[in-house]
């Protein structure tokens, strides 16, 4: 995936989700902003409740979407014969949307009103997207071949070596001499050095990738520690989420909602 698409795939998610939050608050706000008490009594009750038919709709739905993005992301990161099928931050990414849209989707078939066992599954579930969230954030500092695979501290070392290498053979650059610099003056020692402008932005690519990996290594193991930390608070709860989104299904099968089928 180029960098263009993957910018587009991003910005399509976001309008989704705001598309579809926007879209579902506009329609039903007449219904959601009444009081419990007077719901009833509203003209589209039958249709916004939760057992209604847009509103058990968008529990299954956003269920659905839930699961699929978590036991997709599952499936790629750890089965070795999905190893090898996109980039793992393109899943992780569209692991997030889903997750997203599927607890928008619950949030509106609640109807905003939480009780019992459904308000620890919504409130797990909203710990689970939040440090769902941090925890791409702290993946993203986490150097990862394309495949997905963590790279390695000499790795990483062995990857600053050949760029430091490069700045120095071609343009007789030394990092450690410029890295608190700003490229300004680096600019005019290479125009002393006989440097041509068009070498300047690849030059100040070069340097960029060299103080980001500098930065990486150095913030390496803490970030892993972090990052280890996070499973703590994530996994545990998505466990909770899990077993009570399937409680609250048997239910109401056992019930005999059964949406349109």
């Not at 608050?25 to 589209?44: D, K, T, W």
């Not at 997750?99 to 710990?127: D, E, R, Y």
């Not at 003056?185 to 060299?210: G, P």
Request: aromatic share 14%; hydrophobic share 45%; glycine share 8%.
């Amino acid at each position: 995936m180029t960098k263009g698409l993957h910018r587009t795939s991003i910005v399509l998610y976001f309008i989704i989700i705001l598309a579809s939050m926007v879209l579902l608050a506009y329609y039903g706000q007449s219904y959601y902003r009444l009081p419990i008490s007077e719901r009833p009594f509203h003209p589209n009750y039958e249709l916004f409740k939760p057992s209604g038919l847009l509103g058990h709709g968008l529990g299954i739905i956003g269920t659905l979407i839930i699961l699929i993005g978590l036991f997709g992301y599952m499936a790629r990161k750890r089965m070795k014969i999905f190893a090898r099928v996109g980039v793992l931050k393109y899943w992780l990414e569209f692991h997030i949307f889903l997750c997203t849209l599927g607890t928008v989707f619950v949030l509106f078939h609640t109807t905003f009103k939480f009780g019992g066992i459904i308000s620890v599954g919504f409130w797990s579930l909203t710990i689970v997207w939040v440090s769902g969230v941090i925890g791409r954030f702290l993946y993203l500092q986490i150097p990862h071949t394309i495949e997905g695979r963590e790279l390695t501290l000499n790795e990483l070392k062995q990857r600053r070596d050949t760029l430091n290498e490069e700045l120095q053979n071609k343009y007789n650059i030394n990092f450690a001499e410029i890295k608190t610099s700003r490229f300004s003056q680096i600019k005019l020692k290479l125009l002393s050095n006989h440097i041509l402008n068009e070498e300047f932005s690849k030059i100040k690519r070069l340097i960029r990738k060299e103080k980001i990996l500098t930065t990486r290594i150095n913030n390496l193991d803490r970030v892993k520690r972090l990052f280890n930390y996070w499973h703590v608070a994530h996994l545990p709860f998505a466990l909770i989420m899990l077993i009570i989104m399937l409680i609250h299904v048997g239910v109401v099968l056992y019930f005999g909602y059964k949406w349109i089928f």
